[in-house]
Nanobody
Framework: QVQLVESGGGLVQPGGSLRLSCVVS????????IGWFRQAPGKEREVFSC????????YYPASMKGRFTISRDNAKNTVFLDMNNVKPEDTAVYYC????????????????WGRGTQVTVSS
C-alpha cells in the first residue's frame, strides 16, 4: 500500500524554524520526484518546492530558496523540508506528493499524496 505521511508541523513563532518530514512507504523513493505543497486558509493548494530523482531542487518562486530547503534521504524513504525564518504568511497545511517529474504542474495528476501537516506561525 502506497503511503506518504507528513510530520513535523506545529505552532512556531515568527523567525523560528521547523523541519517537516515526508515518509513514503509502498514504493521506492529513489524512483520518484517529491513535491512539497501548501494550502493556506482560503487559498488553493500550490507546489512551492520539489526535488527530483537526481536531487535537483526547485523552488516556486525562486525566492523561496532562501528560507526553505528541500532534501531527500532515499535510504530512509524520507524527504525533508527545512523551514527557517518562518513568517505568518507561511501558515498553511503542508503536503507532499510523489510524481515522475518536478515542475509547476507536479502532483496535478498524481495519486500519491499525504494527508498534510499543519504549520501555524504566530506569536
Amino acid at each position: 500500500q502506497v503511503q506518504l505521511v507528513e510530520s513535523g508541523g506545529g505552532l512556531v513563532q515568527p523567525g523560528g524554524s521547523l523541519r517537516l518530514s515526508c515518509v513514503v512507504s509502498g514504493f521506492s523513493l529513489k524512483y520518484y520526484a517529491i513535491g512539497w505543497f501548501r494550502q493556506a486558509p482560503g487559498k488553493e493548494r500550490e507546489v512551492f518546492s520539489c526535488i527530483s530523482v537526481s536531487n535537483e531542487t526547485t523552488y516556486y518562486p525562486a525566492s523561496m530558496k532562501g528560507r526553505f530547503t528541500i532534501s531527500r534521504d532515499n535510504a530512509k524513504n524520507t524527504v525533508f523540508l527545512d523551514m527557517n525564518n518562518v513568517k505568518p504568511e507561511d501558515t498553511a497545511v503542508y503536503y507532499c506528493a510523489a510524481d515522475s517529474f518536478c515542475g509547476e504542474s507536479t502532483g496535478r495528476f498524481s495519486d500519491y499524496w499525504g494527508r498534510g501537516t499543519q504549520v501555524t506561525v504566530s506569536s
